[in-house]
């Protein structure tokens, strides 16, 4: 038995090496460009790397000007740093958000890595289109977003967990987790924690010693420097660390179960199956490791508040885990599976390009009058490009239906591929009108132009960090926490001012009615 599941690794997969990597450029990069900032995570994590951008002081991180003691500033600096090589070309966010299409590709290169140490160079080409074609990474690695660097930590980690009793895997292991804990705090080391103890418990006690030795050091980076140029905060940082990195039982509820069936989808089904067929090989790394880094992972998302960005650590274990299973499913489920995505992603796909022409044309009415009622005041125009690229990828999906040769990873393939044609037709025919609904400048400038030019400061009431971030970058708005010792003329709110305010201005973002910002100015 062992040795027919030992044959079935090496089944050839059906797609070269080049492709593979081309898929997952078109899906790293088809979004990251293109759009203004968004609500929420992009706009605050993009605002941090613009205050970056010229500013005096690059060891603590600002929202508008005020500090922010959320993450480490790693991920934010090399945002800045892309966005200043592309500034000759893209503007400042979206050279930024180029940052997070770097460590995306950084983690399914180790990702890549990791699964060819473990189970062989066909589940390492599968490993990175799995984890790609997983629903729940589609948003946040389009993001500016540090969990994705804290994601390629991770896989760095496993990779050195793979490589050993290796001295070089000591050393990825302890930069893995060293550098999850730089780019996510508390929250990006503490799920890897556990993994720097297995050298110790496989009695390899210098791997042990090296990667334990890295990883304080990189992780005792921050600190250090924090308290040598701001302690003040350091205290305040660390409390905020704690805090958000303190598990609960009672925080484990439906909403949990409900967010891993479609966050980590495929992958879940993948990972079980594999997790049967090797029930009695828990001895072996190349099962123990993924089962027991998907646990871990697991056991953190429980204990936390059902978020997609908590539930991040899951996909890489899981991932390494799903490689072993997606080529092993019996005949009749692998069948059904690829009917699913085939049927699953010609319908999407074909919707989409049914809501691109009504935009374009007007054409069926009720749907144009759907997208025009969601946003009003938009008005689509025709690009050539646009059609071109959507036609593209569509024919690419075609092709890919008629061309591709049987075989186990079939499904597994047609899905990610069904990703990644759906993402680019969704990109080139709907993203002008989705960014026109979630883009903060029309709001920022408007509100900007209902201001004397002279207008002193602003105080603000109920304004998130998004707010700020959006305000201080498409118009060079800073507003300053509203107290009773201040005495400035303006304020910006989201809710009634108190009395002795005069509201001069209203607006919101068009896909947005409920948020409303408005400007008021002191009744003297």
Not at 124 to 148: E, K, R, S, T, Y
Not at 263 to 291: C, D, H, I, K, M
Not at 372 to 383: D, H, I, T
Request: glycine content about 10%; proline content about 7%.
């Amino acid at each position: 038995m062992i040795k027919i599941l030992g044959a079935a690794r090496e089944i050839k997969f059906p797609l070269p090496s080049l492709v593979v990597a081309a898929l997952c450029v078109l899906y790293l990069v088809f979004g990251n460009l293109g759009h203004d900032p968004w609500k929420a995570d992009d706009a605050v994590h993009l605002g941090i790397a613009f205050s970056l951008h010229g500013g005096p002081d690059w060891t603590l991180p600002r929202v508008a000007g005020e500090p922010w003691v959320g993450t480490p500033p790693f991920f934010h600096w090399t945002a800045e740093a892309t966005a200043w090589l592309k500034q000759w070309a893209l503007p400042f966010h979206e050279g930024a958000r180029l940052a997070t299409a770097l460590f995306g590709a950084l983690f399914l290169l180790f990702l890549c890595r990791a699964a060819i140490a473990l189970h062989g160079r066909e589940a390492g080409l599968a490993a990175p289109l799995l984890a790609i074609g997983a629903l729940g990474l589609l948003v946040p690695i389009h993001d500016a977003q540090p969990a994705i660097a804290t994601l390629a930590a991770a896989a760095l980690a496993y990779l050195g967990l793979a490589s050993l009793p290796r001295l070089t895997g000591a050393l990825w292991l302890g930069l893995g987790c060293g550098a999850a804990f730089l780019f996510g705090g508390l929250g990006g080391g503490l799920p890897l924690l556990p993994l720097l103890l297995l050298p110790l418990l496989q009695r390899r006690l210098l791997a042990g010693a090296v990667a334990l030795v890295i990883a304080a050091a990189l992780a005792g980076a921050w600190p250090a420097l924090l308290s040598q140029q701001h302690p003040n905060y350091l205290a305040t940082w660390w409390n905020g660390e704690l805090e958000a990195a303190a598990m609960h039982a009672s925080d484990f509820g439906r909403d949990h179960l409900e967010m891993l069936a479609w966050f980590t989808w495929p992958l879940l089904p993948y990972g079980l199956w594999a997790a049967w067929v090797e029930r009695r090989q828990w001895r072996n790394r190349s099962f123990a490791l993924p089962v027991f880094g998907t646990l871990l992972a697991l056991a953190w998302f429980f204990g936390h508040e059902a978020r997609p960005l908590l539930a991040l650590p899951v996909l890489t274990p899981l991932t390494l885990l799903a490689a072993m299973g997606a080529h092993r499913l019996r005949r009749g489920a692998a069948n059904a599976f690829d009917w699913f995505g085939t049927m699953t992603f010609t319908l999407v796909i074909g919707l989409i390009w049914l809501g691109g022409i009504a935009m374009w044309t007007g054409w069926p009415e009720q749907i144009a009058h759907n997208f025009a009622k969601l946003q009003p005041g938009f008005e689509a125009r025709f690009s050539v490009a646009a059609a071109a690229v959507a036609l593209l990828f569509t024919a690419a999906w075609v092709v890919s239906l008629a061309k591709m040769p049987r075989s186990p990873w079939r499904g597994a393939v047609h899905w990610t591929a069904g990703v990644v044609a759906m993402w680019g037709v969704l990109v080139a025919l709907w993203f002008p009108w989705i960014d026109y609904g979630k883009s903060y400048r029309g709001v920022a400038e408007s509100l900007a132009r209902a201001l004397p030019r002279d207008h002193g400061c602003i105080e603000r009431r109920d304004l998130g960090l998004a707010q700020r971030a959006v305000l201080d970058y498409h118009a060079d708005l800073r507003t300053q926490p509203e107290s009773p010792r201040t005495n400035c003329k303006w304020m910006v709110s989201l809710s009634p001012a108190p009395a002795g305010w005069k509201k001069v201005w209203e607006g919101h973002r068009p896909g947005d009615r409920s948020e409303r910002l408005r400007l008021y100015r002191r009744e003297d």
